[in-house]
Nanobody, 123 residues
Framework: QVQLVESGGGLVLAGGSLRLSCVAS????????MGWFRQAPGKEREFCAAISWHGGSTYYADSVKGRFTISRDNAKNTVYLQMNSLKPEDTAVYYCAASQRLISKVQADFGSWGQGTQVTVSS
């Protein structure tokens, strides 16, 4: 398994932007597809975005499509989530995760998870 550490969360006004980063340990990062999920208070964790190992394929949840962009830098063992036009309903703990699938939206396909980073969007 790969160890994951997220950073970049914080408090931002509605309409603002944040970029989350997730650094993976180990030399096998390129063999994993990566995903970002989020969990708002009182709600189940939900899928946000995913990217294949080579970065050529991406998936987005409808709720973030057009506002969030997932990318990865395999040389830095890092996956990013650029979040623009943030809304109060984007407030959640954001988790990155690694999967051995080519690409997936399904939480059960992800075997490694980070500890999460809090994003709070105020109106």
């Amino acid at each position: 398994q790969v160890q994951l550490v997220e950073s970049g969360g914080g408090l931002v006004l509605a309409g603002g932007s944040l970029r989350l980063s997730c650094v993976a340990s180990g030399r096998t990062f390129v063999s994993y597809s990566m995903g970002w999920f989020r969990q708002a208070p009182g709600k189940e964790r939900e899928f946000c975005a995913a990217i294949s190992w080579h970065g050529g394929s991406t998936y987005y949840a409808d709720s973030v499509k057009g506002r969030f962009t997932i990318s990865r830098d395999n040389a830095k063992n890092t996956v990013y989530l650029q979040m623009n036009s943030l809304k109060p309903e984007d407030t959640a703990v954001y988790y990155c995760a690694a999967s051995q699938r080519l690409i997936s939206k399904v939480q059960a396909d992800f075997g490694s998870w980070g500890q999460g980073t809090q994003v709070t969007v105020s109106s």
